[in-house]
């Protein structure tokens, strides 16, 4: 029900929620010296514009609960609720737990974001997209030239990019140092993989060991932590690794964490236990906002990625299971897509893109500009700033964001 307030600026919102809902939303709202009821308004304004339908949460037991939201605002909330088929508590439910996601408590140092960038399947272009990624969120937003997108949009993702951001050569074949002109550590030299392995033998911090991307574009924001070649005995070093084997790569990266705002990894083609550990290092930290960290998908539109993409949310489904954490699954990129080769990558893109969740972030072409790039073991974005491949890096990073 809803009653006009004396002044007529706002109604009053009366329906149930979750006792676990309504505490959470107290203690939230007093953290950031926030009105209940603003909170609340936020939410639904928040739910009404979510593109993707949001988890169902369980109602049972909800209680009476009243606020004061703009005049208006509750009959469009009880249209959309209709429109969506949820019930006026469940979607009240759905858009304070959205407030909450979105609106963690402040920390005392946010982590940065850390973003996996996995499938097993090797060649769907995960180093490309890797690096192209970490690219577009470290790139000078005021250089973009966005044809489809108005100066409001572009002022809005300004203010979200230019970020400081590492990428991590995980991937023992090293390809994404090898694009960007730098040699992978020999074995034996200190590397990712001994600050994972042998902490207490290593001799520098590993922030010494990153190199910087030298391109205009990226200022002085766009690291990579080369691969080492000892990375192809990672997951046998693992096995006799003596503290908790899924946080290893994560011990390693901590003392980093402090110098950026996302980390990139390049994760190797396999099922292993090296690649365990990266998806518990993209796990969704205690406060983190919904959609920070987790995991981007390259895959072709082809049934052979579709397998590995079923074995890669086994292993996911298994690790979340074991240590009863959450991984998000951020979205997939479609790569390499070409229309010509006819029925079996058309249906397939279908068929990505009816998934919803996750949703497809992009879909790039074939296209010759990453080739040349990685030729001239340039950055695409500096090296063809304008082209189309390039476009879609920046489309992926503000999905993102």
């Not at 009366?14 to 939303?25: F, G, M």
């Not at 990129?333 to 229309?339: E, G, I, L, R």
């Not at 790039?364 to 080739?371: A, C, M, V, W, Y």
Request: charged share 25%; hydrophobic share 40%; net charge negative.
């Amino acid at each position: 029900m809803a009653s006009p307030t004396s002044g007529g600026e706002r109604e009053k919102l009366v329906s149930k929620l979750p006792a676990s809902l309504r505490q959470a939303l107290k203690v939230r709202a007093a953290q950031l010296s926030t009105d209940v009821q603003d909170a609340v308004t936020s939410g639904i304004q928040a739910w009404r514009e979510h593109p993707e339908p949001l988890p169902v949460v369980d109602t049972a037991g909800a209680e009476s609960f009243g606020t004061w939201l703009p005049e208006g605002l509750y009959d469009d909330f009880k249209r959309d609720c209709a429109t969506r088929n949820v019930s006026y508590i469940q979607g009240l439910a759905q858009a304070v737990a959205l407030w909450l996601d979105q609106n963690p408590a402040a920390l005392e140092s946010a982590p940065p974001r850390r973003i996996i960038v996995c499938n097993q399947k090797g060649g769907v272009g995960k180093t490309a997209v890797t690096a192209g990624l970490a690219q577009a969120l470290a790139e000078d937003p005021t250089l973009w030239t966005d044809k489809a997108s108005s100066s409001e949009d572009l002022a809005r993702w300004a203010a979200r990019l230019g970020l400081r951001v590492l990428m991590v050569d995980y991937d023992p074949q090293g390809h994404l140092s090898h694009q960007l002109g730098l040699k992978a550590i020999p074995a034996g030299g200190e590397s990712l993989i001994t600050h994972m392995l042998n902490r207490e033998q290593v001799r520098s911090p590993l922030i010494d060991l990153t190199v910087a991307i030298d391109e205009p574009r990226f200022g002085d924001r766009l690291r990579i932590l080369p691969a080492a070649f000892d990375a192809f005995l990672l997951d046998s070093g693992l096995t006799m690794f003596r503290g908790p084997r899924h946080a290893a790569l994560e011990r390693a990266l901590s003392p980093l964490e402090e110098h950026f705002d996302v980390i990139v990894i390049d994760s190797p083609p396999s099922l292993g236990l090296a690649m365990d550990a990266a998806i518990y290092y993209g796990r969704r930290r205690d406060g983190e906002r919904t959609g920070a960290s987790g995991l981007v998908i390259p895959v072709e539109a082809e049934d052979t990625s579709a397998q590995a993409y079923g074995m890669l949310i086994n292993q996911v489904g298994s690790l979340t299971g074991d240590y009863d954490i959450e991984v998000e699954q951020l979205g997939l990129v479609v790569n390499k897509y070409d229309s010509r080769r006819g029925f079996i990558a058309t249906s397939s893109l279908d068929k990505w893109k009816s998934l919803g969740s996750p949703p497809v972030l992009a879909v790039i072409g074939d296209l010759k500009e990453q080739r040349e790039a990685v030729r001239l073991q340039r950055a695409l974005l500096a090296y063809s700033p304008e082209s189309d491949q390039a476009h879609h890096m920046r489309e992926i990073a503000r999905r993102l964001t």
